[in-house]
């Protein structure tokens, strides 16, 4: 027998254990959003983009804004902040010609900024951001495929031997418009993030096992939703998906002087307002249900969610009491839910931008409490969200809507009974009115009154209007109106009864349990 028979079968067999320990120890897609834990957005600095600047040099864009490059101190310090994640957005349009070729200068400080995040250990999300602004190239769609394909093809062979911690996102809100409907054009994102999966993959070296986010549509939580939204294929199954959280949008993104009416098919007039306040009842279950859908529809599909941009103006007359609260809340969800994780936008300077949390130039927090609760969170030293949540066929609002009705949203439960309590005062009942109005699934308005016999008296005073709706196909929302007797009718809230139980959550329990952690 000679050594070459000996050696071979060893050889073989250290290879096969090699490859078995590799994969062990070879992490999945919830495993590394897991770890990525929360993260920070470097905004307003690569990612700069102006229809105005005269731009020529990497240093015009990175200091457009007033923020600086990023340096090893500051991602030390965004780190000890409990942050295990920097999403490093990068607008390349200044620095890519008509074929999508890099020039050498701008990829180079690029490198360099992945390079000082990595070595720290720290997750970086590289992506594709302002390129796709409504007056840049990428919403030009197929006809700038080609382009996106080299720019992409050559930000991963320049990466491809860089490790876990570097994870590639297709493009950032980017809306493509179908000009035949003039509806969101759901085949073009579909196209794209497929070209983006084939050539990072195509590129070999690390890139056929890197985790990578894409894009929803316009990274927007209802447009995502569409049964028209399609994640690629990919063989490596190693994906996630970009989703941004803005909502309420009246609170987190109307400026202080935006007020402005409008009016609807039946000539009602309505003035929206920035809101200024967050945190009652019916935000608390928005949220809830926003974060009970990502779940239904993309982690339990095994798909994890990356919520890459959360944030609330700061500089617009917004409660800070509010804004607090509304990130904590956002953070200690996503730290709750398996395979959810969130990332802060953060414009950093006071110079530019009004979503300014930490001044990352200089190691100041503009408010002391927010540090404080990133910190907290980051230690798992948090409400849970998940512990105050209840089963029930009940729900109830005491949320007034506009002057004169309760609203549930309920989605396509099986509704069988409302019940409305009101006060009713110096006024005989027949010179009221109260309606209820829903939907069906084809979307046809439904409108039911109710009759002397739906109404009884209480020992308080007040009359519980008592609705059978068994028999009616109500469908995604109630709402309560006041048609007559607005003067005499006073509403107090509307319960539902459903056929089957739901989770709820327990406001007024969580209220009180997270008042120990922000104020």
């Not at 007056?135 to 031997?161: C, H, P, T």
């Not at 980051?378 to 506009?402: A, L, Q, R």
């Not at 396509?412 to 409305?420: D, F, G, N, P, Q």
């Not at 009713?424 to 209820?436: A, H, M, P, R, Y």
Request: hydrophobic share 35%; with cysteine.
């Amino acid at each position: 027998m000679n050594a070459l028979s000996i050696i071979l079968p060893i050889i073989l067999l250290a290879s096969f254990i090699l490859d078995y320990l590799y994969s062990l120890i070879k992490k999945n897609s919830f495993q590394i959003v897991r770890e990525m834990g929360m993260g920070y957005n470097i905004g307003n600095t690569f990612d700069s983009f102006s229809y105005y600047a005269d731009i020529k040099t990497p240093d015009d864009q990175i200091r457009l804004n007033g923020n600086i490059a990023p340096t090893k101190d500051m991602i030390k310090k965004i780190k000890k902040y409990g942050f295990k994640t920097i999403r490093f957005p990068v607008t390349w349009t200044y620095f890519i010609d008509d074929e999508g070729n890099i020039n050498p200068e701008w990829m180079s400080k690029v490198k360099e900024v992945i390079d000082i995040i990595i070595i720290e250990k720290i997750y970086c999300i590289l992506n594709v951001y302002n390129d796709g602004n409504p007056m840049s190239w990428l919403v030009r769609g197929m006809e700038v495929k080609n382009k996106y394909i080299n720019l992409w093809s050559q930000i991963a062979n320049e990466f491809k031997d860089y490790n876990e911690y570097l994870i590639f996102e297709s493009m950032d809100s980017v809306y493509f418009v179908d000009y035949n409907t003039y509806y969101y054009d759901y085949k073009t994102l579909t196209n794209f993030n497929q070209a983006f999966v084939d050539t990072i993959r195509n590129s070999g070296g690390n890139n056929i096992e890197r985790l990578l986010l894409i894009a929803g549509a316009n990274d927007d939580l209802k447009l995502t939703l569409s049964s028209e939204y399609k994640m690629p294929i990919d063989q490596s199954n190693k994906l996630a998906i970009s989703l941004h959280y803005f909502t309420p949008t009246d609170f987190t993104q109307f400026y202080y002087y935006e007020p402005y009416n409008w009016t609807n098919s039946e000539g009602i007039t309505y003035v929206n307002m920035p809101k200024l306040i967050w945190g009652n009842s019916l935000d608390y279950k928005n949220m809830f249900e926003d974060f009970e859908l990502i779940k239904k529809f993309f982690v339990n599909k095994g798909i994890p969610v990356i919520i890459s941009e959360v944030t609330v103006l700061t500089k617009e007359k917004k409660e800070i009491e509010s804004i607090r609260e509304y990130l904590y809340m956002l953070f200690s969800f996503s730290s709750d839910y398996d395979g959810i994780m969130c990332c802060l936008w953060d414009t950093s300077n006071e110079t530019v931008g009004n979503m300014n949390f930490y001044d990352r130039t200089n190691d100041i927090w503009y408010d002391e409490k927010i540090k404080n609760n990133f910190l907290q969170i980051s230690k798992g030293k948090h409400v849970h969200p998940k512990e105050f949540f209840i089963n029930t066929t009940f729900e109830s609002s005491d949320i007034i809507y506009y002057f004169t009705s309760l609203f549930i949203f309920f989605e396509s439960r099986k509704v069988l009974k409302i019940l409305i309590n009101a006060k009713l005062t110096g006024v005989l009942f027949e010179d009221i009115e109260l309606s209820i109005r829903t939907h069906n699934k084809d979307g046809l308005n439904l409108e039911i009154y109710y009759g002397k016999d739906n109404v009884k008296k209480q020992y308080d005073g007040t009359h519980i209007i008592s609705i059978d709706v068994s028999k009616i196909k109500c469908y995604e929302y109630i709402e309560a109106i006041i048609v007559r007797g607005m003067k005499y009718i006073t509403l107090n809230n509307m319960t539902l009864e459903y056929k089957e139980s739901f989770k709820f959550i327990d406001y007024k329990s969580l209220k009180n349990a997270i008042s120990n952690y922000i104020y």
